[in-house]
């Protein structure tokens, strides 16, 4: 059972309580990506092959537990994506 917090997801004690992830994935060209967890939006790194994507909508965007590329992956790019996400109460 998850209870609503009385407070907004960006509060510092609510980020005191937030988990710290990476997920990687390699050879997918969907050009949506659904993580295990919903995302705390503008506290993500989102990586291709490396290299720090640009979010906001440039090269990718977030809503809830998913990212979605501006351009798709092409096969054999390793994809990785290190987030904050909501702790469960």
């Not at 993580?35 to 640009?54: C, D, H, M, S, T």
Request: hydrophobic share 40%; proline share 6%.
């Amino acid at each position: 059972m998850t209870l609503p917090l009385p407070v907004g997801t960006l509060d510092p004690n609510v980020l005191a309580l937030s988990r710290f992830t990476r997920e990687s994935r390699t050879g997918s060209t969907s050009a949506t990506w659904d993580l295990v967890n919903r995302i705390l939006e503008g506290y993500e790194l989102v990586f291709k092959n490396g290299i720090l994507l640009q979010g906001g909508g440039v090269d990718y965007s977030v809503s809830g537990a998913r990212i979605t590329f501006v351009a798709a992956p092409i096969a054999g790019d390793r994809t990785t994506a290190v987030y904050y996400y909501p702790a469960r109460l």
